[in-house]
């Protein structure tokens, strides 16, 4: 996995706490998006981390629960529309999998609303952006990941 570098990215505001995001882009739509969002030089929060996956059915339940485990706010799956999926269904495998993790994080106290899935074209820089801001959003409401606040490794 390899991080996106051509994102602009909007000044935070010092002295407050600030989510820690990480956004799983697939290799075709998603990171499409995102990076056409970055050509189009649209900014997006500079808390979030974009990580570059092959297909969003890449992504384990591991690679999810050990990014919360190690203190991230919030995490953002951007995969291919449905039907668009380049590895046939990864994508459907990947919401699959989200809800599961959804109910999991909320009988862990984690809860549900600091994962999100969404699915995008490549041309959809501004939707991507917007969601990215959503997510943002969100988590900067729920306050920080408990599980950092508890001192889990
Ligand atoms: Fe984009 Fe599978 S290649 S979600």
Same mark, same amino acid.
């Given at each position: 996995?390899?991080?996106?570098?051509?994102?602009?990215? #909007?000044? +935070?505001? =010092? $002295?407050?706490?600030?989510?820690?995001?990480?956004?799983?882009?697939?290799?075709?739509? =998603?990171?499409?998006?995102?990076? !056409?969002?970055?050509?189009?030089?649209?900014? %997006?929060?500079?808390? *979030?981390?974009? *990580? @570059?996956?092959?297909?969003?059915? #890449?992504?384990?339940?591991? @690679?999810?629960?050990?990014?919360?485990?190690? $203190?991230?706010? $919030?995490?953002?799956? =951007?995969?291919? +529309?449905?039907?668009?999926?380049?590895?046939?269904?990864?994508?459907?495998?990947?919401?699959?999998?989200?809800? %599961?993790?959804?109910?999991?994080?909320?009988?862990?106290?984690?809860?549900?609303?600091? !994962?999100?899935? *969404?699915? !995008?074209?490549?041309?959809?820089?501004?939707?991507?952006?917007?969601?990215?801001?959503?997510?943002?959003? #969100?988590?900067?409401? !729920? $306050?920080?990941?408990?599980?950092?606040?508890?001192? *889990?490794?």
């Amino acid at each position: 996995m390899t991080e996106l570098q051509t994102h602009r990215a #909007k000044p +935070l505001s =010092a $002295g407050a706490w600030v989510p820690e995001i990480i956004a799983f882009c697939c290799n075709y739509c =998603a990171y499409a998006a995102a990076d !056409l969002a970055g050509s189009r030089r649209m900014q %997006y929060p500079s808390n *979030v981390r974009v *990580v @570059h996956v092959p297909c969003t059915g #890449k992504i384990e339940m591991e @690679h999810i629960l050990s990014a919360f485990e190690k $203190g991230i706010d $919030g995490v953002l799956i =951007a995969g291919c +529309l449905e039907g668009g999926c380049h590895f046939l269904e990864g994508n459907l495998r990947a919401k699959r999998r989200s809800e %599961y993790l959804q109910e999991m994080l909320d009988q862990i106290g984690v809860g549900r609303d600091r !994962l999100r899935m *969404v699915n !995008l074209s490549a041309a959809m820089a501004p939707t991507f952006v917007q969601r990215v801001e959503e997510i943002v959003e #969100k988590v900067k409401s !729920l $306050g920080p990941n408990p599980l950092r606040k508890s001192g *889990v490794p």
